[in-house]
């Protein structure tokens, strides 16, 4: 898809149930931490219980009440712009410029707004009034106007893919010239209507979900706000004039297809992800040399959607063994803090970046026994990670797939590239 222009990761964040830093969430995950925990029936006011990762609300609000006294965000809003806030720390770019691009990930937003409107109508106003804000341009428009950005937000609502459809929007646009920096923030929470949706279809597991385990039988949801701040490798090549090495992470390559198989069920040969896969390995140039001749010995791991529904992990699977990756190691991350929904992707993403820079493949939490796959009359299983390895290797590919048939793949390396200029 977008081979011509790579673009560099100078900062992230992630507020999820196992921490409010990407350095909390990354070392719990290191050390095997799962933020996932057992609600009592009476949660969310649902009649069941379930499974699921929570981020601390009395944490985020104090944490949100030290950058702002304003009472006019949901709690949706305030860890989406508290993760920018804290994301920028470290980058420290102009987020009010015309050249800073903002694009929003979430598949639904503040849909608890409708929940709580419900009761307004039922019981007079119990809230200041949010309606607007069910809305995602207006959620966007917020947290853009909190940081000043005279620009209009780019929203991505793609079910499960948007983080990662988010990151190639953000490609592009860097790709137009318009702009010099995007900031990619990916936010959603839960709520009853979320939750309900999800045991409706029997999707649930009432216990640690177990991403590609031969015995899965369903997915835990998770809360989380998470941020990458992006710009032009070009731009940051022409800033280290005389250093001799030049070191980061870079996105490659990204892709998203669609095989439009099912609103909710996906393509059992794994089409879409198939044809993903192969669009971010074909052929590619870099200043460095060829790549995909040589990518395969040099690919440290694929990180799955891994949901651990029956369906998804089984069409995961074909996908990989049909673009030929089935030796790679994989790794999924949902055991660790649920499936987080629009914020997944860049989550997901922004955990793998780590690891790669680290020189380490994580475990999937869960997981414990193969399942196999025939095709063509022969069987395979994948290399499914079970214990934290560690790995020299410079490139992942992150898969994401959704409802409705949509797929996703993006190609990150860790680069040490020698400057000659």
């Given at each position: 898809?977008e081979?011509?222009?790579?673009?560099y990761?100078?900062?992230?964040?992630?507020?999820?149930?196992?921490?409010?830093?990407?350095?909390?969430?990354?070392?719990?995950?290191?050390?095997?931490?799962?933020?996932?925990?057992?609600?009592?029936?009476?949660?969310?006011?649902?009649?069941?219980?379930?499974?699921?990762?929570?981020?601390?609300?009395?944490?985020?609000?104090?944490?949100?009440?030290?950058?702002?006294?304003?009472?006019?965000?949901?709690?949706?809003?305030?860890?989406?712009?508290?993760?920018?806030?804290?994301?920028?720390?470290?980058?420290?770019?102009d987020?009010?410029?015309?050249?800073?691009?903002?694009?929003?990930?979430?598949?639904?937003?503040?849909?608890?707004?409708?929940?709580i409107?419900?009761?307004?109508?039922?019981?007079?106003?119990?809230?200041?009034?949010?309606?607007?804000?069910?809305?995602?341009?207006?959620?966007?428009?917020?947290?853009?106007?909190?940081?000043?950005?005279?620009?209009?937000?780019?929203?991505?609502?793609?079910?499960?893919?948007?983080?990662?459809?988010?990151?190639?929007?953000?490609?592009?646009?860097?790709?137009?010239?318009?702009?010099?920096?995007a900031?990619?923030?990916?936010?959603?929470?839960?709520?009853?209507?979320?939750?309900?949706?999800?045991?409706?279809?029997?999707?649930?597991?009432?216990?640690?979900?177990?991403?590609f385990?031969?015995?899965?039988?369903?997915?835990?949801?998770?809360?989380?706000?998470?941020?990458?701040?992006?710009e032009?490798?070009?731009?940051?090549?022409?800033?280290?004039?005389?250093?001799?090495?030049?070191?980061?992470?870079?996105?490659?390559?990204?892709?998203?297809?669609?095989?439009?198989?099912?609103?909710?069920?996906?393509?059992?040969?794994?089409?879409?992800?198939?044809?993903?896969?192969?669009?971010?390995?074909?052929?590619?140039?870099?200043?460095?040399?060829?790549?995909?001749?040589?990518?395969?010995?040099?690919?440290?791991?694929?990180?799955?959607?891994?949901?651990?529904?029956?369906?998804?992990?089984?069409?995961?699977?074909?996908?990989?063994?049909?673009?030929?990756?089935?030796?790679?190691?994989?790794?999924?991350?949902k055991?660790?803090?649920?499936?987080t929904?629009?914020?997944?992707?860049?989550?997901?993403?922004?955990?793998?970046?780590?690891?790669?820079?680290?020189?380490?493949?994580?475990?999937?939490?869960?997981?414990?026994?193969?399942?196999?796959?025939?095709?063509?009359?022969?069987?395979?299983?994948?290399?499914?990670?079970?214990?934290?390895?560690?790995?020299?290797?410079?490139?992942?590919?992150?898969?994401?797939?959704?409802?409705?048939g949509?797929?996703?793949?993006?190609?990150?390396?860790?680069?040490?590239?020698?400057?000659?200029?």
């Amino acid at each position: 898809m977008e081979r011509k222009t790579f673009m560099y990761k100078i900062a992230d964040n992630i507020i999820s149930s196992l921490g409010f830093t990407t350095e909390e969430n990354y070392n719990a995950i290191k050390k095997g931490i799962t933020g996932i925990k057992y609600y009592e029936k009476g949660t969310f006011n649902l009649p069941e219980p379930f499974m699921a990762a929570l981020i601390d609300k009395e944490r985020l609000n104090d944490e949100f009440e030290k950058l702002s006294q304003k009472n006019c965000y949901t709690a949706l809003e305030k860890a989406a712009i508290l993760s920018v806030y804290y994301a920028n720390q470290k980058s420290k770019i102009d987020v009010s410029s015309e050249k800073t691009i903002f694009v929003l990930s979430s598949t639904k937003g503040n849909v608890e707004q409708l929940e709580i409107r419900q009761l307004e109508i039922k019981h007079e106003a119990l809230i200041p009034n949010f309606t607007s804000q069910i809305y995602l341009w207006r959620t966007a428009e917020l947290i853009t106007e909190f940081f000043g950005n005279p620009n209009t937000p780019i929203v991505i609502s793609n079910a499960c893919i948007s983080g990662v459809a988010a990151q190639v929007v953000a490609m592009r646009a860097l790709q137009s010239g318009k702009y010099d920096h995007a900031v990619v923030v990916g936010v959603d929470f839960l709520s009853k209507f979320i939750i309900s949706g999800f045991q409706s279809f029997k999707a649930l597991s009432p216990e640690l979900c177990k991403p590609f385990d031969k015995n899965r039988c369903g997915l835990n949801l998770g809360e989380a706000a998470a941020t990458m701040i992006f710009e032009k490798e070009v731009k940051k090549l022409e800033e280290v004039k005389g250093v001799k090495e030049l070191k980061g992470v870079r996105l490659v390559a990204g892709a998203v297809r669609n095989d439009a198989t099912h609103i909710s069920a996906p393509s059992r040969t794994g089409e879409g992800s198939y044809r993903a896969l192969q669009s971010i390995l074909p052929p590619l140039t870099s200043n460095l040399k060829p790549l995909t001749s040589h990518l395969l010995p040099h690919l440290a791991f694929i990180n799955v959607h891994g949901t651990a529904t029956p369906y998804n992990d089984a069409m995961e699977m074909n996908a990989i063994v049909r673009a030929g990756l089935q030796n790679v190691q994989v790794n999924g991350l949902k055991g660790y803090f649920g499936h987080t929904l629009g914020a997944a992707g860049l989550v997901e993403t922004i955990i793998s970046i780590r690891a790669l820079e680290e020189g380490i493949v994580l475990k999937t939490m869960g997981f414990e026994e193969n399942e196999q796959l025939i095709m063509n009359d022969e069987q395979f299983s994948l290399m499914v990670c079970k214990e934290n390895m560690k790995t020299d290797k410079k490139y992942f590919i992150k898969m994401m797939s959704g409802f409705g048939g949509v797929n996703a793949a993006l190609l990150y390396e860790n680069i040490a590239t020698n400057n000659t200029n």
